[in-house]
């Protein structure tokens, strides 16, 4: 795979220097150029038993010529030693459980397939590097859990002061050491702004070696299709239409991994875009007009962004077409309080299910597109998959506000609750974040 920026399509680099360069030097995203064909995999990939061997051979296919195959799947069983779980609620929607990783959350996929990328590329290489963040919540803490220890990085979170979960803050401003945690006064476009302005400082370019690990870097995404390959290869169909994937979004990088993937010849029969009310993306589908906003602070606080950065990606994907992006995706929003009452909902009608804020959005979404397409007399036998994005006890307050329940916490979470936090504020401007970064690595 080769990428280019939208602005320079024909200044075509390798995986390698997309993954370490982050934003590219014109200020756009890279994206992929030319389409991997993963059609002639699909067969082979039925057959395969396991997550992880999906990976191996789906890497092989995707990460040349950067990797050879035989390294390819060498870097996808370092990267992944946790799998995604596919849950059947009923006949029409299935819940992706992503939250199986270290972090408890899907940013785990992208974040430890990052680390282990750069650790290779690195381990041949004598130099440092900086991973730039900004976090609305879960890309933090997976992002912290990936990259601690590592030698040869250091890690810069900023995340919005008071718009985190407590349990979110504890995961990443607890573990010190190449871990270095920024609390913005603002919000997370705030974060996402000064990431975006510090990559294209020319001092700090010329005096540090940044990268990111935010759906901005292209190799976030790549790992994520692997899921959307394994779901849809471990789906038993009531029909014979390819299912539906529901995606929560916020900054609507999970969704794009999931269009790279169905680009590259995974049938899929829609997107469904769930929001929460920050519904940018959900009005251009119906309208056509793209209008950032500041975000609205919600209870599924990582998706509350007003200017999703991977909106780019989509628009080059579907070539700036907006009838074609909405033929593929459809795009709904859900308030705080359907939000409640969805999560009621599952936990009394699924047998105890506990899900947290943004997989209720996700399947609160797909509820209402079942039954919009049951009244329209469209077919009464499509699937949904519902990607649930985040362990319930990550939110174990709002889930106890719902239903009752206060989840169990896994250990790996309930660790991090004792340890001190360990953060500096600043406020907004890129000076104060500048003069952070200079004075630390510069």
């Known amino acids: 795979m080769k990428f280019a920026s939208r602005l320079h399509p024909h200044q075509v680099v390798s995986f390698r220097e997309a993954l370490f360069t982050g934003l590219a030097a014109d200020g756009g995203l890279y994206h992929p150029v030319g389409a991997p064909d993963l059609a002639p995999l699909l067969p082979a990939l039925r057959s395969l038993r396991s997550f992880g061997q999906v990976a191996e051979e789906a890497c092989a296919v995707l990460l040349e010529p950067d990797f050879p195959p035989e390294r390819a799947r060498s870097l996808a069983r370092r990267a992944f030693p946790f799998s995604p779980v596919l849950r059947r609620l009923d006949e029409r929607i299935l819940l992706l459980e992503l939250f199986h990783g270290p972090s408890c959350a899907f940013k785990d996929f992208g974040a430890q397939f990052l680390a282990a990328a750069m650790e290779a590329f690195l381990e041949v290489e004598a130099r440092k590097i900086q991973i730039l963040v900004a976090t609305s919540g879960d890309t933090g803490s997976a992002v912290a859990q990936a990259f601690h220890g590592r030698t040869g990085i250091d890690v810069v979170i900023l995340y919005p002061s008071g718009r985190v979960s407590g349990l979110q803050e504890k995961q990443l401003t607890t573990l010190g050491g190449n871990v270095h945690a920024l609390e913005v006064r603002g919000s997370f476009d705030d974060c996402q702004r000064l990431v975006k302005e510090a990559f294209q400082d020319p001092t700090l370019r010329a005096r540090l070696e940044l990268t990111s690990a935010n759906s901005i870097n292209v190799g976030r995404l790549i790992p994520q299709c692997l899921y959307y390959l394994h779901a849809a290869t471990r789906q038993r169909k009531v029909g014979s239409e390819p299912p539906s994937i529901c995606v929560p979004s916020g900054n609507f990088g999970n969704l794009t991994a999931g269009v790279y993937a169905w680009k590259w010849g995974l049938p899929v029969r829609r997107f469904i875009a769930a929001t929460n009310v920050n519904d940018v993306v959900p009005l251009y589908l119906r309208n056509g007009s793209f209008d950032p906003r500041p975000s609205v602070q919600t209870l599924s606080n990582a998706m509350d962004v007003g200017n999703p950065s991977n909106f780019e990606r989509l628009t080059e994907i579907f070539q700036g077409s907006r009838e074609a992006m909405a033929s593929q995706i459809e795009g709904r929003s859900i308030t705080d309080e359907r939000t409640l009452a969805t999560m009621r909902d599952i936990h009394s009608r699924h047998g105890g299910v506990l ?88």
């Open 355 to 442: 899900v947290d804020p943004h997989t209720a959005v996700g399947y609160a979404a797909a509820r209402d597109y079942l039954r919009d397409r049951a009244e329209r007399g469209e077919s009464r036998r499509e699937q949904v998959i519902v990607l649930s994005t985040a362990h319930p006890a990550k939110f174990s307050e709002i889930v106890a506000r719902a239903t009752g329940v206060t989840p169990v916490m896994p250990e790996r979470l309930a660790q991090c609750l004792a340890l001190p936090k360990k953060s500096r504020l600043i406020g907004t401007t890129l000076k104060e974040l500048s003069q952070f970064l200079l004075d630390s690595f510069g």
